[in-house]
């Protein structure tokens, strides 16, 4: 039986209440774009040959075994690239998602190429069971609302207009839409990165009815982990994360993955701890209390955040590591 790259139960907050979720990341065909500079994800494909559908089928099924879904309320559902792509997933294999998880609030990651309003309303039918105002959310790795970031230090492949056109898809066939957005790609100063973020914040607040910001982590094997091993690059500091949750106009999600750590978003290494714990229970609770009192109490190295954002410049090696 075919184990997904994946798998686990966790919790989620979803119109004021904690509820218990799943998450499963699918090992597919491949991402088709298969060009953006910080995944590593994209080299998680199964070789030319497969039985794609054999092995997704075996993989949703080992979940049902060791993860079973009585119990949660939302699912999770990512892919090496886009769960809508008929040619990454097969037919058969939404269809079999869609009968599993039937009665679940669902969440599906793809590209904007993929929202389609029939398929989305074809894999709402088959999943709603009327508990859920709205079903299923896209969610999609808009990442920043500026199409030359996008573009240049992601190389993403679609634009925002792309997005918008998307999320109207998607509400077409019945859907919500959740947007990923990234905080300081490749080739942005930490200032560059944090205003990016704010305004991609601002305007996609009105277009999406979730928002996640991923601060960005250091993956093996990508464009990204080679400029950072040769100092190229540094990972967000904790405190533009905690700035930005503070500021932001609605309530957003934060996953720090590798928070506190050289490859992820890390401030010193004495604070960090502590600022991590509190955006995941910010995560559940939506409230900001302790954010808030970290950041008025700081840290040594909130002195060097700030001089970085007065002092470092566009074009240039980061100011530290």
Sequence with gaps: MERPLACWKGEERYEGEVLPSLTIILKTGGCRHNRCRMCSYRFERYPEGTDLEG????????????YPPSGVAIVKLYTSGSFFDPGEVPP???EEAARIFWGKLVIAETRPEFVDSERIAAFI?????????????VAIGLETTNDSIRQKSIDKGFTFSDFKKAAD??????????AYLLLKPLFLT???????????????????DMISMNPCTVQKH?????YWKRGGYRPPYLWSVVSLLLSAPAHITCDPVGGGRARGPHNCGTCDYDIVKAIRDYNLSGNCQTLHQLFSRGCECKEEWERVLSLEKPYCMPLTL
């Excluded at 990508?222 to 080679?226: I, M």
């Design 190 to 208: 930490e200032r560059e990165a944090l205003l990016d973020m704010e305004e991609s914040i601002r305007t996609v607040t009105g277009i999406a």
């Design 55 to 66: 092995a997704l089928l075996s993989q949703l099924h080992w979940v049902v075994q060791h």
């Design 92 to 94: 058969r294999v939404v």
């Design 222 to 226: 990508t464009e990204l982990e080679y």
């Design 125 to 137: 039918s088959a999943i709603d069971s009327g508990d859920y105002p709205t079903p299923l959310y």
């Design 169 to 178: 898809n998607a509400r077409a066939g019945g859907a919500g839409i959740k």
